[in-house]
């Protein structure tokens, strides 16, 4: 009877320690890569991905509805107006053309950024007791011109259609032959979510992301 109690208890055990054990669906270094490519490169293959992984912590939703075509052609229409009213409304009229070439040259060297995961590592979340979190160190080399060529005059206002015209067409070919390779270091955070015996990783401002890139990117190309 002794033998019987002693084998059921590790049978229990077993069977206990099986039900509290918890796996992760995807390491957090591929999660992380996910939302790099879903929200830095615009990838529609990784938004599907991305949105298949996180579906059982959404309620079978989607976690994010995203039209990349859409949202591009937004930053691109608005990059382009603000740029132009610094300059008088003869040139903005004559060079608009010229200056959608030039930021979507820009945009596609930001949007091809190549990214290198340094470690993943988990930490406990200090507000959440039962909680832990994946400490993501990453980097991230972009290409951009060594040398932009000059503004032709200090007062924008002054500047002449064929001048900006010919700055623009100039400045884009820099963009697109590219001879310089920046690198930052960048840190984002993901989240542990626990579905059942399943432990899934999760961040809900993915724009941190972009936000940290854009602002190195353009810091490595703009006026010193």
């Not at 400045?171 to 993901?190: G, M, P, R």
């Not at 401002?205 to 010193?224: H, M, N, Q, R, W």
Request: proline share 4%.
């Amino acid at each position: 009877m002794k033998n019987f109690k002693f084998f059921l208890w590790i049978i229990l055990a077993l069977v206990g320690q099986n039900l509290s054990a918890q796996t992760e669906v995807k390491k957090p270094a591929d999660v992380f890569e996910m939302y790099f490519n879903t929200f830095v490169t615009n990838d529609n293959a990784a938004l599907g991905r991305l949105n298949d992984y996180l579906r059982p912590t959404v309620e079978g939703k989607n976690a994010y509805e995203i039209d990349f075509k859409a949202t591009s052609e937004e930053m691109l229409t608005g990059s382009v107006s603000h740029f132009l009213t610094s300059f008088s409304k003869d040139a903005a009229d004559n060079c608009k053309i010229e200056a959608e070439e030039y930021f979507k040259a820009l945009m596609d060297n930001f949007k091809n950024g190549s990214l290198s995961i340094k470690s993943a590592t988990l930490i406990q979340n200090e507000y959440v007791k039962e909680q832990k979190i994946a400490e993501i160190i990453y980097s991230v080399s972009f290409k951009v011109p060594s040398k932009l060529p000059d503004m032709p005059g200090t007062d924008t206002k002054k500047i002449k259609p064929a001048q900006l015209k010919k700055y623009l067409v100039e400045a884009t070919k820099k963009f697109k032959n590219a001879d310089k390779i920046v690198t930052t270091e960048q840190k984002f955070a993901l989240y542990q979510l626990k579905e059942t015996d399943e432990i899934y990783y999760w961040n809900g401002s993915p724009d941190e992301i972009v936000a940290g890139l854009t602002d190195f990117y353009f810091e490595s190309f703009g006026p010193k």
